[in-house]
């Protein structure tokens, strides 16, 4: 899998290509989630996220041809703001169609402005880059050592461990110093692929 996280740049300049389908479904692999994860921290239920994100994608898979990568503009600010656009069209639709509907006005507006979104998207990227190196990790690791970790992570001590896993206290401790340098460069990389 290690070939799956050459640079992301040149993810995005195949993608923009729009024929090369491989490229297509990496994309959408490493991206989808993500932008669902956006949606529903913005308020919209199971159902509608999924419709939006499907949106979206398509959106993207139109409009990425346009997005010129250098050095001031970052993917994800862009994706960030096609997201947060799509949300609110989506949801004044959806008051639209009410309106209509119900002839009455909506009991609740939504209302999420762009700070706030790219709050979120910040948030949610950390998390999100986070749990995909974790993922990383664990296949480079034995499930002892990821679950020390984890373990350690949750408060507990390095003799409460050595103790419940009959190990020394130094062992407990490189695990931990192994699984936490895997994990920030496994974070590096992704930072750098994917933003």
Known sequence: MNDAFHTRQTLLQ?????????SWEEFVHYYRHYIY????????????????????????????????????????????TVTGNAVRDFVRGLQS????HDNASVEQ???VNIPDIEKIAEEEWQNYIS???LEKVRQQYS?????IFLKLNEGKSRTELAEEYQ?????????KKRILHALCKEIRLLEDDLS
């Open 143 to 147: 499930p002892q050592v990821v679950e």
């Open 14 to 22: 195949r993608v923009k290509a729009q024929r090369d389908e491989k």
């Open 97 to 100: 169609m009410k309106r209509k």
């Open 167 to 175: 190990l020394p206290a130094n062992t407990i401790s490189v695990y």
């Open 37 to 80: 994860i956006i949606c529903r921290r913005m308020n919209l239920g199971h159902h509608d996220a999924e419709e939006v994100v499907q949106l979206i994608i398509v959106k993207l898979w139109k409009k990425l041809p346009e997005f010129n990568y250098d050095s001031r503009s970052r993917f994800r600010s862009w994706l960030c």
């Open 131 to 133: 749990t995909l190196a």
């Open 109 to 111: 507006e939504y209302k």
